[in-house]
């Protein structure tokens, strides 16, 4: 197939103007293209998915029909996210599947990390098919392929995200995004009304939690590091290094070492502090988090969340270690 290669001339989109151009041009070429046929999408919340999402809903409205798969896997509060800003606010035609326990119970037992991504990947596109096979009149399958998505690969989002689709679906695609950069994405987020928190978020890889929930997946170890890393995630917010570190999160370790409560020794988990930035996830450095941080992120997720004990910060740049732990 050849190679969708963007326009030398095409001007790069920083301003509000420029999006909104963009969005009338393209609501313009969806309606087109899809007629009055129905378009599917597989919408986890992340920014190009939703970024699709808000822009097919503003072309053809409930034609679109969205998939949102929580695979029991999602940070907190990301899920209720996407049924908050599509389903309620949007009027988004959502299908929202809760296929916790089914990725949960796969994964019992499993500790090695490309088998836990093996399982996760293949159970999502089976779920998506599922939810896909009960729907008539679907035409086309709508997706959020960016530019670099294209440079680095053959074309459609399938590199290793868990998003990729079934390859036998017979669906014409809608790729409104697919000549953009992420920076150009986020701008035309903004403009179509989507929350700055939702278009400027940090990178999350398409297995989620499973791959930072160290070894064999637990559910109680697995709702120890949700807590935790909201916890994180509230305090980057709070002192401002949300938007400035690229990526940033709890990992927690499958072994226990014995703490101090109410002058009892107990086993507890130890939550890990990764915090990284980089230009291309090929190599990356440490954001250097303020000690005073440190210590109220440790005191917050030692007191709020069951079953740690302990808080430890990561120093090692990529490489030698690898951005995720597993
Ligand atoms: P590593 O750990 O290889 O990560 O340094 C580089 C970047 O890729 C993300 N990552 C993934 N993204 N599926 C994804 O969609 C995955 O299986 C996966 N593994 C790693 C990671 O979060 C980082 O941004």
Redesign the pocket.
């Given at each position: 197939m050849e190679k969708t290669v963007r326009p030398e001339n095409m001007e790069r989109i920083t301003t509000k103007a420029l999006a909104e151009a963009f969005i009338e041009n393209q609501v313009k070429e969806i309606r087109e293209q899809v007629g009055d046929k129905k378009v599917l999408l597989a919408l986890s919340g992340g920014v190009d998915s939703s970024v699709v999402a808000a822009l097919l809903i503003k072309a053809i409205g409930k034609q679109l029909i969205c998939v949102h798969v929580n695979h029991g896997l999602m940070r907190k509060g990301e899920s209720e996210q996407v049924i908050e800003v599509f389903g309620r606010e949007l009027g988004a035609n959502l299908i929202y599947v809760d296929a916790t326990d089914r990725f949960l119970d796969l994964l019992d037992g499993v500790s090695e990390p490309e088998k836990k991504?093996k399982i996760i990947g293949g159970e999502f596109i089976k779920v998506f098919d599922e939810e896909a096979s009960k729907l008539e009149g679907i035409s086309f399958l709508a997706q959020g392929t960016i530019y670099p998505d294209i440079l680095e690969s053959d074309g459609v989002k399938a590199?290793?995200?868990?998003g990729g689709l079934p390859e036998d679906m017979q669906f014409e695609l809608v790729e409104p995004v697919k000549l953009l950069f992420k920076d150009e994405v986020r701008v035309v987020g903004e403009a179509l009304g989507l929350p700055h928190n939702m278009v400027y978020r940090q990178?999350?890889?398409?297995?989620g939690l499973g791959?930072r929930c160290l070894g064999a997946i637990t559910r109680d170890r697995l709702h120890a590091l949700r807590e935790a890393d909201a916890i994180l995630r509230e305090e980057f917010d709070k002192n401002g290094l949300a938007e400035k570190v690229w990526?940033y999160f709890i990992a927690v370790p499958d072994f226990k070492s014995v703490g101090v409560k109410d002058g009892k020794r107990y086993e507890g988990w130890a939550a890990i502090i990764r915090a990284v930035n980089t230009t291309d996830?090929m190599s990356?450095t440490i954001e250097e988090i303020p000690y005073p941080m440190i210590h109220h992120i440790t005191n917050r997720i030692t007191h709020e969340v069951d079953g740690i004990n302990r808080v430890m910060v990561d120093v090692t740049p990529?490489p030698v270690g690898?951005?995720?732990f597993e």
């Open positions: 991504r590199h290793h995200n868990v990178p999350f890889p398409g297995p791959v990526q996830a990356a990529k690898t951005i995720e």
